[in-house]
């Protein structure tokens, strides 16, 4: 006992020799150096940064072709290089390992991508065609304020200072170098759904649904690193704050940080991925994705939230039944949806489909997934596949005979905390009515999702309710 008591010493002692230890002074100037206009919401800055990735993007694509085998290239689809097609491949010598440099890709019969809003500020994983419950990471969905900043990872340094009793200064490889957890969680951006309060908008299930991915995600718990830095009495709250051109910043409250927040370095068993936030990023587990702050360079610990443009002008939930907006709203409530068949999709005729879908929650596990036939009315259990994890999307399924009639089908999901997913109608008496003339976006919109079949099979996006 007094011999292990005395291991939990030593490498307490041992763990705090990692890092750099800096004084608030130089915090203080190394954050001033960072700072710029952006940070107080100018864009124009953003712009001119973005407008040079985009030509810096262009010489490295045209750089990559000439690596790739040389048969294949314009015509295979994203992540993929084309190869020959042999008449019959049990005839021919197949492919030598390693022409493809050591990183695999994908078949070249496989052309899912993300969607892209026009504006390129978000893209959506297609659901539709995905399996079990992880997201490829090429596929995990992205929102960005400024771009997807290229980081040196050798240059990168995370900061923690403030409300601290030592700040500290770590690089990428003294991150590695602590206890790590690896967890698989989903991520939801708050606007996920928000176009489809008052009427059915989007075509697809990518579209409505897309701004929800899950992967395993790599890397140290915060309250490790802040047991390194020690705490202030007065610490209540840390800014996040990310080294891309928006300087992404939002206030947690430090008990979040203390509980199962996560600075991550890695998804699905390699390094994340530069659109997730290379080399680290804050991972905040069930809460709203714009809050776990990627390419996460600076924690500023407090006494008070530091009210952000991303928590003061967006990221708010305007209460149209009052004129009030609700702030700091975390947490994604419990929420599903049917990906087959969904939205686009045409059932060939009548007969045995397997209805399957995503359910997930911010607060916990799912308990229980109903699958509706006519549109709310009647409500039968669907199977949860196995692993059933917290805060992570969990796979449903449902056996169905399509006797070739109309039908509207929906998902409820309800998790082990026993809230059930809302109608439409129930969010609107609660919240009052999304008015686009307020620019009010809805955020946490989790209602129940229908789709429309018709008798044709084609499938449709609809508000059964009107
Ligand atoms: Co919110």
């Known amino acids: 006992m007094s011999n292990e008591g ?19 002074e130089e915090a203080r100037r190394l954050e001033a150096r960072e700072q710029c206009e ?49 008449d019959d491949p049990t005839k021919e010598q197949g492919r030598l390992m390693g022409v493809d440099g050591g990183y695999g890709s994908r078949s070249q019969f496989e052309s899912e991508v993300r969607w892209y809003v ?20 090429g596929l995990h969905y992205e929102r960005h304020h400024a771009g997807i900043p290229n980081i040196d990872p050798a240059k990168h340094r995370l900061i923690i200072h403030g409300l601290v009793e030592r700040a500290m200064k770590y690089s990428l490889a003294d991150l590695k170098r602590f206890p790590t957890v690896s967890r698989t969680y989903f991520m939801e951006c708050s606007g996920t759904t928000g176009r489809e309060l008052m009427k059915a ?27 390194q830095t020690g705490l202030k009495p007065d610490a209540a709250w840390v800014l996040a704050e990310g080294a891309d051109a928006a300087v992404m910043t939002r206030s947690v409250p430090l008990d979040k940080c203390l509980s199962d927040a996560l600075v991550v370095f890695a998804q699905n068993g390699e390094a994340i991925r530069p659109e997730q936030g290379y080399p680290m990023r804050l991972f905040l587990p069930g809460w709203e994705g714009n809050i776990s702050i990627k390419w996460l360079r600076r924690l500023e610990v407090s006494d008070k939230p530091f009210f ?15 004129g009030k907006a609700r702030m700091f709203t ?27 879908g995503l359910a997930w929650s911010g607060r916990g596990k799912i ?70 003339a307020a620019g009010a976006q809805f955020y946490h919109m989790n209602a129940i999702q229908s789709w429309g079949i018709a008798a044709d099979g084609s499938v449709k996006n609809v508000h059964p309710f009107g």
């Open 201 to 227: 908008t989007e075509p697809t299930v990518q579209r409505t649904h897309g701004l929800v991915s899950t992967s395993e995600w790599t890397g140290v718990p915060l309250s490790t690193l802040l047991k």
């Open 118 to 137: 026009p504006t390129k500020t978000a893209s959506f994983t297609p659901m539709q065609s995905g399996y079990g419950i992880v997201t490829p990471s």
């Open 6 to 24: 005395g291991r939990a010493r030593a490498i307490e002692q041992a763990l705090s020799r990692i890092g750099q230890p800096i004084s608030e």
């Open 308 to 322: 952000t443009r991303e928590e003061t002008s967006k990221y708010t939930d305007l209460i149209t039944k009052t």
């Open 367 to 436: 308990a229980r997934v109903e699958v509706s036939l006519d549109g709310g009315k009647t409500w039968s259990l669907a199977t949860l596949q196995d692993p059933v994890l917290p805060i992570c999307q969990t796979r449903f399924r449902f056996p169905w005979i399509w006797e070739g009639q109309p039908a509207v089908i929906q998902s409820r999901a309800t998790d082990d905390t026993g809230y059930s997913q809302p109608t439409h109608q129930q969010l609107i008496a609660e919240r009052g009515p999304l008015e686009p």
């Open 330 to 356: 975390f947490t994604m409530e419990a929420k599903s949806v049917i990906t087959f068949p969904s939205g686009e999709m045409k059932l060939p005729g009548a007969g045995f489909y397997e209805i399957t």
């Open 38 to 86: 952006c940070r107080r919401g100018m864009f124009a800055l953003a712009a001119t940064r973005r407008q040079m990735f985009g030509g810096a993007g262009l010489v490295a694509a045209v750089g990559m072709t000439a690596m790739l085998p040389n048969a294949v290239q314009a015509k295979a689809p994203p992540g993929a290089v084309e190869y020959d097609v042999p």
